[in-house]
T-cell receptor, first 112, second 115 residues
Framework: KQEVTQIPAALSVPEGENLVLNCSFTDSAIYNLQWFRQDPGKGLTSLLLIQSSQREQTSGRLNASLDKSSGRSTLYIAASQPGDSATYLCAVYFQAGTALIFGKGTTLSVSS | DTAVSQTPKYLVTQMGNDKSIKCEQNLGHDTMYWYKQDSKKFLKIMFSYNNKELIINETVPNRFSPKSPDKAHLNLHINSLELGDSAVYFC??????????????FGPGTRLTVL
């Protein structure tokens, strides 16, 4: 069964800290992996998409890595800010013709 | 311009009613999806259409019927609503089901409350 797991479920850090969010998935034969951000009561905003052939992607203070052999991805957030507070979702596209399989998310709280 | 839009944003209705949620995307994508986010915030695929053809139909009660009049629209009709249908429903689109660069874009969601 294809599953995506995110640990921890919640994380609280002071402003300015660098942090890492973890995502693990079953089945290393994936097409791509996508990180999203969801603010309370809002929709999902796509942050980064990593193709199966890529090792990492960067956007501003965000860096996502992919290690297919170990079934892991990490989202690194540098110099965290209160505005980064949200739920971060990892989703994997395992096969063509299917849909994203989501993890349950990590809820991040950054205090000023 | 909103890339993926849904209407209504909120929907409150009584058990047993029939309701519809509409979704439109202006990204030129040919694949659209419906996801359900339950009370525990877990997102799960319900349906997917590619060029008006149903390609994914997860284990969803047949009270739920998606309809795609064209590749820019995917509507969700729900018959005989039940309390357990209360959730947030998200529409999404992507460039193509077999395309490796399958970045998905989500709408703002429709919060359905069944009383």
């Amino acid at each position: 069964k294809q599953e995506v797991t995110q640990i921890p479920a919640a994380l609280s850090v002071p402003e300015g800290e660098n942090l890492v969010l973890n995502c693990s998935f079953t089945d290393s034969a994936i097409y791509n992996l996508q990180w999203f951000r969801q603010d309370p009561g809002k929709g999902l905003t796509s942050l980064l998409l990593i193709q199966s052939s890529q090792r990492e992607q960067t956007s501003g203070r965000l860096n996502a890595s992919l290690d297919k052999s170990s079934g892991r991805s990490t989202l690194y957030i540098a110099a965290s800010q209160p505005g980064d507070s949200a739920t971060y979702l990892c989703a994997v596209y395992f096969q063509a013709g299917t849909a994203l399989i989501f993890g349950k998310g990590t809820t991040l709280s950054v205090s000023s | 311009d909103t890339a993926v839009s849904q209407t209504p944003k909120y929907l409150v209705t009584q058990m047993g009613n029939d309701k519809s949620i509409k979704c439109e995307q202006n990204l030129g994508h040919d694949t659209m999806y419906w996801y359900k986010q339950d009370s525990k915030k877990f997102l799960k695929i319900m349906f997917s259409y590619n060029n008006k053809e149903l390609i994914i139909n997860e284990t969803v009660p047949n009270r739920f019927s998606p309809k795609s009049p064209d590749k820019a629209h995917l509507n969700l009709h729900i018959n005989s609503l039940e309390l357990g249908d209360s959730a947030v429903y998200f529409c999404a689109s992507s460039q193509g089901r077999a395309h490796g660069n399958n970045e998905q874009f989500f709408g703002p969601g429709t919060r359905l409350t069944v009383l």
